[in-house]
């Protein structure tokens, strides 16, 4: 009896704590009506902005260029001369490099100056255009440079050309020299415009032209 008492007491003790509990809370009524006088407190909160997508990036407009070169200062001239019947206008451009060049085509050494000369006219009247006399004292004073060329393939052919036109005593010699050449760049060639600039650059067989995209 006397645990059961015990165990009643607390019972009670605790419905007791609980209806106190209970009567201390806040009337869930009066809050909605609190809410209710507050309202001109309440503020709306917009929904977020959804993320714009993001724009693809525009590619950028491809153009095709034609790149020729490289020519020497006497090449370059006669190069001009013919590219200007083509009116390239602004689409054609110039840039000067320094390259080596590894082959010479030339005439070997006359005995005098005199000689010399009249070497190189009759080379003009075969048609030889690049014709530079060195009258300079030094290793190569009184030969006639016709040509030099990067690789050996170019020297060589242009030899074979020289040949078809009479010049007999031509040689091609290994000789690396520096120096200052031009390259072009022809922007959005046509065909036809193509088809000129591959003719042309079989006269030059020295000389590389390659297509591609245009440098920015």
Avoid: H
């Amino acid at each position: 009896m006397k645990w059961f008492a015990i165990s009643l007491l607390a019972v009670n003790l605790i419905l007791g704590a609980y209806a106190l509990l209970q009567g201390t809370r806040p009337n869930p009524d009066a809050q909605i009506v609190n809410l209710q006088m507050n309202a001109d407190k309440i503020r709306v909160i917009p929904e977020p902005p959804k993320p714009k997508p993001r724009a693809r990036p525009v590619e950028q407009e491809r153009t095709a260029c034609l790149t020729w070169g490289s020519f020497d200062a006497l090449e370059i001239k006669r190069v001009s001369a013919a590219l200007s019947k083509l009116e390239l206008g602004d689409r054609l451009d110039s840039r000067e490099t320094q390259v080596t060049t590894n082959w010479w085509v030339y005439m070997p050494r006359q005995r005098s100056r005199a000689n010399m000369q009249r070497k190189a006219n009759e080379l003009r009247e075969l048609g030889v255009v690049d014709v530079v006399t060195i009258p300079e004292p030094g290793r190569w004073q009184y030969a006639i440079s016709l040509g030099a060329f990067r690789r050996e393939a170019g020297a060589r052919s242009y030899l074979a050309q020289l040949r078809k036109k009479g010049v007999r005593t031509a040689v091609v010699e290994k000789r690396v020299q520096k120096m200052t050449q031009t390259t072009l760049t022809i922007r959005a060639p046509s065909t036809s415009e193509s088809a000129s600039l591959v003719e042309l650059a079989t006269k030059y067989p020295g000389s590389d032209m390659r297509a591609g995209q245009c440098p920015g």
